[in-house]
């Protein structure tokens, strides 16, 4: 499994910015895709996830202004981050996992991308 994000950047509070993270060598018809970030200093948390058959899962503190979204045909996922805030700078992850495991705990995800950096000021 290769995965492969992109779309970061450096906005202003407010701003916003779309992530994709493409995925190949492998049949995604039963994985979950999520999106991961790692703050410095700070452990990678949970952002977003989308599975195969639509289920939508996004962490508190950014309800409400993200959006995640997956292209099941081009094996793609989106993060579309409005109302960006100085908090939400870190390097965001794409991650796959298979199988039952918490979809909240990084551990439980077999395959990672990158990473890209987004960085909001104020």
């Known amino acids: 499994v290769q995965l492969q994000a992109s779309g970061g950047g450096s906005v202003q509070a407010g701003d916003s910015l779309r992530l994709s993270c493409e995925a190949s060598?492998?049949?995604?018809?039963?994985?979950?895709m999520a999106w991961f970030r790692q703050a410095p200093g700070k452990e990678r948390e949970f952002v977003a996830a989308?599975?195969?058959?639509?289920?939508?899962y996004y962490a508190d503190s950014v309800k409400g202004r993200f959006t995640v979204s997956r292209d099941n045909a081009k094996n793609t996922m989106y993060l579309q981050m409005n109302s960006l805030k100085p908090e939400d700078t870190a390097v965001y992850y794409c991650?796959?996992?298979?199988?039952?495991?918490?979809?909240?705990?990084?551990?439980?995800?077999?395959?990672w991308g990158q990473g890209t950096q987004v960085t909001v000021s104020s």
């Open positions: 991650a796959v996992k298979f199988g039952s495991s918490s979809k909240y705990n990084a551990r439980s995800y077999g395959y």
């Open positions: 060598g492998h049949t995604f018809s039963s994985a979950l």
């Open positions: 989308a599975g195969w058959g639509g289920g939508i």
